[in-house]
């Protein structure tokens, strides 16, 4: 499965909050087996998300937009995506039942907070969207098509992804080790891995720590495989994990010698 992450949010492109849902999701996705096949920025304009949309929703197997959902006049990632799939803003009966029920339950614990805000405006998104609860906040998300439109609060887009995110289940894995030696020290191995093996190859180099390798693909006996002739044939020492690394640095090799 193709996935493309689109995070929203003139607050990003300017510095002033670091993009922790683009990694997060990323991360996420590709444990699933998913191939995140683009992540991009855009500001908080309206013909910018719209265009991405409608590119986006067309090349990949489903699209992740994150961020410009409230009550702001800066929220209207909701409405660019209605343009983008092109279909209709409208207020879904659904979602708005869910805002007020989630402003009665805040009222009923806060009675001081003078709420001025329109509840239609929370609960529009294109027509004939799924909704998508938020148990976290106040604004739903949903998926319309193949797009699906969370939360840029990392406290409430989590949540909402992990309900749905069984939905985007892909056959890509991954094998990974740690090499307790510079990038250059397994290039000539890492190239045989990628001539003969039918899988990806990366490294990933790391200023006085160890270099992370990793192979994938969607065959794991040819993953496997490439993994044991890589162990076989690697002329450092191979960990599972950094702290594997670290522990045989101080000695305290135990349990954790060396994998190759």
Known sequence: MQVAILTVGNELLAGDIENTNATWLARRLTEGGATVARIQTVPDDHGVIAEAVADWAAAFDAVLVTGGLGGTPDDITM???AAGLDRAFVVNEE???QVESTIAAILERRPDIDFDLEPEWYASMPADAEVLPNEEGLAPGCRAGNVYVLPGIPTEMKPMFESVAERFAGDV????VYADAPEGAVARELGVVAERFRVGVGSYPNSGGPTR????????????EAMAWFRANATVD????????????DGRTGSESPEN
């Open 238 to 249: 191979l960990y599972e994990s950094e702290s594997a690394v670290e522990a045989a640095r």
């Open 79 to 81: 409405e660019a995506v």
């Open 173 to 176: 894995r991954s094998r990974v």
């Open 213 to 224: 390798i990793k192979l994938t693909g969607g065959d794991p006996a040819a993953l496997d």
């Open 95 to 97: 979602a708005e039942r």
